[in-house]
């Protein structure tokens, strides 16, 4: 089984702070997906990285790839409280398939 | 309605019940899929079905059976449930051979 670990587990933070997530696998992956979960919904898409080394960034969120597209991190700048969540990275190895990892619960405070 | 839907949003039921999840696809796409979320454990894909044919059963236990008449609409017929079933079960959507899923907000079960 492909497992995909995710660090840390849970994190609690003061708004402003910034922080950084990871997911790792010894498995290397096409592409990989990192989702956003809020309380009472499915996750919802934040982005896809697809070249090893590649960096994406989304407002106050950059997503980066390993260079052997076996892992990647997710870093938010100035965190605010919109961001609590549960941050799931998910890789692709054949199309239409994914392996979500492991999970990272945030919470930000004003 | 936009998106991927789910009903109930929530459900609690007895052992001996037999009980049906409906999903609902608005987005044209030919793909569905069955997730099982539970506490402490990575989401657990269950069921996926590509142009109407189921093309994946991940060793899912034979009380919880998929049905999916067309292509917009999915179930997952329940029955004979154990308390460690309990989870959110999300459902999801894309177009065959895309990495982009689109999931409903689930479907929060409950077996007493």
């Known amino acids: 089984t492909q497992l995909l670990e995710q660090s840390p587990q849970f994190l609690s933070i003061q708004e402003g702070e910034n922080l950084t997530v990871y997911c790792n696998s010894s498995s290397v992956f096409s592409s990989l997906q990192w989702y956003r979960q809020e309380p009472g919904e499915g996750p919802v898409l934040l982005v896809t990285?697809?070249?090893?080394?590649e960096v994406k960034k989304l407002k106050r969120l950059t997503f980066q790839f390993g260079d052997a597209r076996k892992d990647s991190s997710l870093h938010i700048t100035a965190a605010q409280p919109g961001d609590t969540g549960l941050y799931l990275c998910?890789?692709?190895?054949?199309?239409?398939?994914?392996?979500f990892g492991t999970g990272t619960r945030l919470q930000v405070f004003p | 309605e936009t998106g991927v839907t789910q009903t109930p949003r929530h459900l609690v039921m007895g052992m001996t019940n037999k009980k049906s999840l409906k999903c609902e696809q608005h987005?044209?796409?030919?793909?569905m899929y069955w997730y099982k979320q539970s506490a402490k454990k990575p989401l657990e894909l269950m069921f996926v079905?590509?142009?109407?044919?189921?093309?994946e059963n991940n060793s899912v236990p034979s009380r919880f059976s998929p049905e999916c008449p067309n292509s917009s609409h999915l179930f997952l017929h329940l029955h004979t449930l154990q308390p460690e079933d309990s989870a959110l079960y999300l459902c999801?959507?894309?177009?065959?051979?895309?990495?982009?899923?689109?999931f409903g907000p689930g479907t929060r079960l409950t077996v007493l």
């Open positions: 079905y590509s142009l109407e044919e189921r093309v």
């Open positions: 999801a959507s894309s177009q065959q051979g895309g990495d982009t899923q689109y």
């Open positions: 987005l044209g796409h030919n793909a």
């Open positions: 998910a890789g692709v190895r054949n199309t239409d398939k994914l392996i």
């Open positions: 990285v697809v070249t090893g080394g």
